[in-house]
């Protein structure tokens, strides 16, 4: 239980009716989920706004209100709280109701569009070797110390955060890793958070769906670094054209990490090889168990955010080689019959480009590389051409399939890509919608010594059809395939 004027310090208040010494034993933003004795906070959000449902919160037991605007029915038995921006008041009540959490942790957000999953991922696997307790908000999982819990967006909303920062903090976790999605810092999840630290991965064509123009998706990620106070670090990708530009206007102290350009922390890889790669990280041989540049990124982000976070260099360089891949991130299956399976998340043109140039560049003429790649329903459309043009350029052959369909036409999603291969390359291009069937079609094609790269669902263990998620895994067809065999 928490005093609501306790709880409303720096939201933004313009104007109260009502008492504030009022005692509330929860915060919510859905009607559905109001306990007695709830603040309800009316979010105007993408689909509805929360101001509808004002009077179902207080038939609920919602004893305060907080809205962007009063209400026409005024309950006098009800405290209302009329605010600047409801959603950035949820998220400082969120951190304030629990003792601000954050506060008493090293947090570290990493954003951009690819990686954020690896490095978050990572930096808690290099923390918990290190000999920290520690804890990850991610897309595949939450962890508090060894104990998992499931996750369900890339960022989850303010009350949850909170509310898993708390818990990490009686867990007696000392360093958090979380992914903070252009999404969460548009919608104002992470108001009120303290971050120890950010990390900007790289920028490219994503989420323009929700966004519509790429200058407001790199805007809503700039804002995560405009808002770091000056006593926590701002960690950088020197090599990505926006990489400087995210840290313009930021407080905190600017650190760039990278491969081609000068930077604090620097690396390249000097080989690279299906099952991991020889890395010089500042001067330092260091032998990774990942391949690829893209990964040769993600680790020269876990080695600065370490040191910055005041760990032993040497130390960091050690429990680095250690580190393995991020599930359904690159990870690769090998067959009886010597065909390599590599299943990754790649869902953007550029993840996908980045994973098939990394895979040729460790195959010779004669193998084939076949791609089985498809793009989700009711997100960004523009994508879908150049995706599959990119596949049919960096494949041997290629299988369109459906991924997420959602409430879209699966056959439509699949003749939006198809508009983006060359007719020279339509040769070698099959479509087939069901993803069991693709995948299955892929093994049978495939020789010893080929290559087989499942892309775009990775970690995911559904498939969403018209709103119902089915149980689909595509690592799990994969090895009932090898079992076959």
């Known amino acids: 239980m928490s005093e609501l004027q306790d709880i409303i310090y720096a939201c933004g208040v313009m104007e109260t009716k009502g008492f504030l010494n009022v005692q509330i034993g929860s915060i919510a933003f859905d009607s559905r989920k109001i306990m007695p004795g709830a603040a309800f906070v009316a979010v105007a959000g993408t689909h509805v706004d929360g101001h509808q449902f004002i009077e179902k919160a207080i038939l609920s037991g919602a004893k305060a209100i907080v809205c962007g605007y009063f209400p026409e029915n005024i309950h006098p038995d009800i405290t209302y709280i009329r605010v600047q921006k409801p959603s950035f008041a949820l998220g400082m009540m969120s951190s304030n109701f629990f003792n601000n959490p954050s506060k008493r942790l090293h947090l570290v957000g990493i954003t951009g569009t690819n990686g954020k999953t690896t490095i978050a991922t990572l930096l808690y ?3 918990t070797l290190l000999g920290f307790k520690s804890g990850l908000m991610s897309t595949i999982a939450n962890k508090i110390g060894d104990r998992e819990l499931s996750s369900t967006h890339t960022t989850p909303d303010a009350v949850k955060i909170n509310e898993l920062l708390n818990e990490m903090v009686d ?10 999605s252009s999404h969460a810092i548009d919608q104002d999840r992470i108001a009120g958070l303290n971050f120890a630290g950010g990390v900007f991965t790289n920028l490219t064509h994503d989420h323009l769906d929700y966004h519509l123009t790429f200058k407001a998706y790199l805007e809503a990620k700039k804002q995560f670094f405009d808002q770091l106070p000056s006593s926590s670090f701002a960690l950088s990708n020197a090599d990505d054209k926006n990489g400087k530009i995210m840290l313009q206007n930021t407080k905190a102290k600017k650190m760039f990490y990278g491969i081609k350009t000068p930077a604090d922390f620097k690396g390249r890889a000097m080989e690279n090889h299906m099952d991991g790669m020889l890395l010089k990280i500042d001067g330092n041989e260091v032998y990774s168990l990942l391949s690829g540049d893209f990964n040769c990124y993600n680790l020269l982000a876990i080695y600065g955010t370490a040191l910055l976070l005041n760990q032993s260099k040497e ?5 680095l080689s250690k580190l393995k891949s991020a599930e359904g991130r690159f990870e690769v299956l090998k067959s009886a019959n010597n065909i390599t399976i590599i299943i990754d998340y790649a869902h953007t043109p550029d993840a996908l480009e980045n994973v098939l140039n990394t895979i040729n560049a460790m195959r010779t003429r004669n193998e084939q590389l076949i791609t089985v790649t498809g793009a989700g329903g009711d997100r960004d459309k523009t994508k879908r051409p150049i995706m599959a043009g990119i596949a049919s350029r960096l494949s041997t052959k290629v299988i369109l399939t459906s991924d997420n369909p959602r409430t879209e036409d699966p056959n439509q999603i699949l003749n939006e890509m198809l508009a983006g291969i060359d007719a020279s390359k339509k040769q ?11 995948i299955k079609t892929a093994w049978n094609l495939a020789q010893p010594g080929d290559l087989i790269l499942v892309a775009g669902k990775g970690h995911e263990k559904y498939q969403e059809i018209n709103g119902i998620r089915h149980h689909f895994d595509d690592k799990e067809i994969i090895e009932e395939l090898m079992k076959g065999n």
């Not at 130390?315 to 429990?319: A, G, K």
């Not at 070698?428 to 693709?438: L, Q, S």
């Open 315 to 319: 130390e960091v360089l050690i429990e």
């Open 171 to 180: 867990a007696g976790c000392e360093y958090v890793f979380m992914e903070v």
């Open 125 to 127: 696997h290099l923390f």
């Open 428 to 438: 070698k291009t099959m479509v087939i919608v069901n993803r069991k069937e693709a």
